[in-house]
């Protein structure tokens, strides 16, 4: 059966779906467990900090790629590129739980994947410590993957219009996504963004969360979010940014995601 037949622009079948998540837990895991937390335990030989080198640890398809992409350095960091036409609506990027898509439900989901060997923060905020009190490079390793987190880690509400965009005042108590797709997208903040987010067809974000194009792509165009459509973060992430020192990409978290009037 060819790819085309079986993948609508706003959705996924449930054959492909299954296909790619057969393949994309092959991909991640050399131990037939489909948690990505067990899947990233092993690649440890690449920097947390070097987003390229992260990206190249597999195939664009096998990360749930359906279109030409790459990433290249910025002045906003490392961002993410189209490389073919792309037409609105169609599906970027397929993301299925646990597989390349991580959710953050607590404040300890959230150390739990800082600290992937099982080391457990110290009181000396971000400072880490390996089991049996050995340090080794298991701090640096945290500490890349806190600074990870911070760049990479988004909010996604089900509720949202067909662009993405929601009345933060009234409708930001509502059981949002929270987490992380595994390597992350790279797309860097624009109050014109040309993607959005969008819960799959069967199944909601208990299932899976697509990226889709929302407007017509340009080989060389830069593909970007809106970070204001991650509203406002949660009691208990507020708490984990404070503590640790760090900002993360929500309005209240940052000095440059501001709830101004979407455009």
């Avoid at 990233?40 to 070097?50: Q, S």
């Amino acid at each position: 059966m060819k790819l085309s037949s079986i993948i609508t622009r706003t959705g996924v079948s449930s054959l492909f779906f299954t296909k790619f998540a057969r393949s994309l837990s092959s991909s991640f895991n050399n131990n037939n467990n489909n948690n990505i937390v067990d899947a990233v335990k092993g690649i440890e030989d690449v920097e947390w900090d070097d987003r390229i080198a992260l990206q190249q640890k597999w195939r664009n398809e096998d990360k749930g790629w359906k279109v030409k992409v790459e990433w290249r350095t910025t002045e906003h960091g490392v961002g993410l590129f189209s490389t073919q036409d792309i037409s609105s609506g169609t599906v970027l990027r397929f993301g299925i739980n646990r597989l390349n898509l991580l959710q953050f439900r607590t404040r300890a989901d959230v150390e739990k994947f800082i600290n992937l060997r099982g080391s457990t923060p110290s009181s000396n905020k971000h400072s880490f410590t390996d089991d049996d009190g050995d340090n080794n490079n298991e701090e640096y390793y945290s500490d890349a993957r806190l600074r990870y987190l911070t760049d990479y880690l988004w909010g996604f509400n089900p509720n949202a219009d067909d662009r993405g965009y929601y009345d933060v005042k009234t409708d930001d108590s509502i059981d949002r996504f929270f987490g992380v797709w595994i390597p992350g997208n790279g797309l860097n903040h624009n109050l014109q963004p040309n993607t959005v987010y969008r819960a799959v067809t069967d199944g909601g974000t208990d299932k899976g969360i697509n990226l889709v194009a929302i407007k017509d792509i340009v080989k060389g165009d830069e593909l970007y979010d809106d970070y204001r459509r991650h509203g406002t973060a949660p009691a208990w992430l507020l708490d984990f940014a404070e503590d640790y020192g760090v900002g993360l990409n929500f309005a209240d978290c940052n000095d440059f995601v501001l709830q101004e009037k979407k455009t």
